[in-house]
């Protein structure tokens, strides 16, 4: 048996560009966190901060959520990678975020996966006002 694709001549993008006509007027896709700008933070009412990122196509077994201080500055890191078995392609992220440390508690973090989005939760810690020191003069 003889198939459309066997001949020569038939172009592969051309022929699923015909049989797959999308239609891009009618696409709408709302999500904040896009690839160009795969994340947003948001500020919770108990003073946490909530970072939102796009791991679409990963699966949460091959995600590693981390903290790390480098070069005096302390970091959330983001890493994974993950081989879809239908498409045989291979998705992966590598992501930093800089926290101050002053104000975000990076021993209270909290994170949680759905419907391809990485919610970290970072606990506020309480902000003390300075000490005064009183100096004499003398």
């Known amino acids: 048996m003889k ?3 066997d001949s020569p001549e038939t172009d592969l993008f051309d022929w699923a560009m015909n ?3 999308w239609d891009k007027d009618c696409y709408k896709f709302i999500r904040d966190e896009k690839d160009m700008h795969p994340y947003s933070v948001n500020q919770n009412k108990d003073g946490s901060i909530t970072i939102v990122h796009n791991v679409l196509g990963l699966d949460k077994k091959d995600l590693k959520l981390s903290t790390k201080n480098i070069n005096g500055k302390s970091y959330i890191l983001i890493e994974g ?6 498409t045989n392609k291979t998705y992966s992220i590598n992501s930093k975020f800089s926290c101050d440390t002053n104000q975000c508690d990076l021993n209270n973090i909290k994170s ?3 419907n391809g989005l990485l919610y970290i939760t970072i606990a506020a810690k309480e902000v003390k006002e300075p000490e005064t020191k009183i100096i004499e003069i003398n």
């Open 3 to 5: 198939y459309f694709l």
């Open 19 to 21: 049989l797959f006509d």
């Open 81 to 86: 990678k993950t081989k879809d078995e239908i």
């Open 112 to 114: 949680t996966m759905k």
